[in-house]
């Protein structure tokens, strides 16, 4: 069993930075694909970045490519997200994942992919 827990968020002006931090046990996390993703109310979860087990290749939704970039701390067993130029369509809860069943080079950006889930961290950002 893993257990994830997310810091980092909270209350930022448009064109702000926050980064989000998730601290896992249970498991070594180099060893799997970590995501991040983020849910807005009223709407369903979606896909933010990725980082690959082996390789790090990382992978990010159109919408933060070039403002978001995730990146993994081994000595520390967390996965970061670090967010710049954030904007008010931003404001989601952000919940990071890991994937345990990856294959090497492979990657996804569905929920269904990824095997324990964190309890998520509010971001909000006001225009």
């Known amino acids: 069993q893993v257990q994830l827990v997310e810091s980092g968020g909270g209350l930022v002006q448009a064109g702000g930075s926050l980064r989000l931090s998730c601290a896992a046990s249970?498991?070594?996390?180099?060893?799997?694909?970590m995501g991040w993703f983020r849910q807005a109310p009223g709407k369903e979860r979606e896909f933010v970045a990725c980082i690959n087990k082996g390789d790090w290749n990382t992978y990010y939704a159109d919408s933060v490519k070039g403002r978001f970039t995730i990146s993994r701390d081994n000595a520390k067993n967390m996965v970061h997200l670090q967010m710049n130029s954030l904007k008010p369509e931003d404001t989601a809860v952000y919940y990071c994942?890991?994937?345990?069943?990856?294959?090497?080079?492979?990657?996804?950006?569905?929920?269904?992919?990824?095997?324990?889930w964190g309890q998520g961290t509010q971001v909000t950002v006001s225009s």
């Open positions: 249970g498991r070594t996390l180099t060893t799997y694909n």
């Open positions: 994942a890991v994937d345990l069943r990856a294959w090497a080079g492979g990657w996804s950006s569905n929920t269904g992919a990824y095997d324990y």
